[in-house]
């Protein structure tokens, strides 16, 4: 390994871990706390905004790939990222701070899609301006996947780490460095959360560390498939969020529900009401996103035969992942002898972890 990529990956590591020392007594004079309501997924008051330390450790961490020349080529590349990332977590330390109203929301996440994808089609290759409304909706859309996947301890901090591996791996797969550092630095700076997440006295993300999330995975993966990288790889890390996402959507959608309104009908919001602890299913969703990583990983290269079982394996834990609530909530029912019946429509939804 290259020891600038080591070093890049201990800033984001270091930087994470300890820069919440300094920000939270700052959070917490500055009130951003999330209390307590019947959508929540914690019982006590806490700290939330921890991202802004995330966001400080993935930010240094890519600025200093640049200056150490590490990033030698494409360097463009990961300007677009690091524009990216600042624009949408200082959009979510705003709504954590103050609120701000769901068009202002959307309309800001969309145009730092479109910039990002103009940006990348003039770096890349003119002939992609057609990709800026494709890529100003994926953006806006992986920004708001996380922060409706954000509402269980552990659960964030472990995507983070498993999509910034995946990410990695394509990077050196495909002989391109940036892609490389990028997933790096969000494996290492969300690994260096999760201590703050789940040790005692935790602390959110907020708003502002699942726009980083969302923004910088979205960020790197528009990024990457305009620059060649195969959407297998890009892709496949974060499809159980995405089924989790639409499906949850369409489910509201079919039933008249307003689809802004809070709510717990996620599925992994779902398997924590069949007895499973916040880290269990932050453990099972990472398990799965893992698999579905791998598997895509084979698709996109192997032979045919082998690329359909690829991706008839990935179908197959997708649908798992939907189904595993009444999976669980049945095999809990045969333990206890209690009788097992329909899911329960949970009130609202789960405040950011």
Not at 186 to 197: D, E, H, K, T
Request: aromatic share 8%; hydrophobic share 55%.
């Amino acid at each position: 390994m290259n020891p600038l990529l080591s070093v890049v990956g201990l800033v984001a590591l270091g930087l994470s871990l300890l820069l919440p020392i300094v920000v939270r007594p700052l959070l917490k004079r500055l009130g951003v706390v999330d209390v307590p309501n019947d959508r929540s997924s914690h019982t006590t008051l806490v700290i939330r905004g921890m991202g802004v330390a995330v966001a400080a450790a993935v930010l240094v961490a890519l600025a200093l790939s640049l200056a150490t020349g590490l990033v030698a080529v494409d360097r463009s590349l990961i300007l677009v990222i690091i524009g990216v990332v600042a624009a949408a977590s200082t959009l979510g330390w705003l709504e954590d701070l103050r609120g701000l109203s769901i068009r202002i929301r959307a309309s800001v996440q969309l145009l730092i899609g479109v910039i990002c994808t103009a940006a990348l089609a003039t770096t890349i290759d003119n002939s992609s301006y057609w990709w800026i409304p494709v890529g100003a909706i994926a953006v806006a859309t992986y920004i708001n996947t996380a922060n409706f996947m954000d509402g269980i301890n552990g659960i964030s901090g472990m995507h983070g780490i498993v999509v910034g591996v995946f990410y990695a791996w394509a990077g050196m797969l495909s002989d391109q460095l940036w892609l490389t550092v990028a997933g790096v630095v969000v494996a290492a700076a969300f690994a260096g959360f999760l201590p703050w997440n789940l040790g005692r006295g935790f602390v959110f993300l907020g708003d502002v560390g699942s726009y980083l999330l969302g923004s910088a995975i979205a960020a790197i993966a528009v990024t990457g498939l305009l620059a060649g990288v195969y959407l297998e790889y890009l892709l496949s890390p974060v499809l159980i969020y995405l089924a989790d996402t639409f499906t949850t959507f369409l489910r509201r959608a079919r039933r008249g529900e307003r689809l802004y309104a809070a709510h717990r009908q996620h599925v992994y919001q779902r398997l924590t009401d069949t007895g499973l602890t916040h880290v269990q299913v932050a453990v099972f969703v990472s398990v799965l996103s893992a698999l579905t990583g791998a598997a895509g990983f084979v698709a996109a290269t192997a032979a045919p035969g082998l690329a359909v079982s690829a991706s008839l394996f990935t179908a197959l834990v997708v649908a798992l992942y939907l189904y595993s609530p009444r999976i669980f909530r049945a095999l809990r029912g045969s333990r206890t002898g209690a009788p097992v019946g329909g899911e329960p429509a949970p009130p609202g939804g789960a405040l950011n972890s």
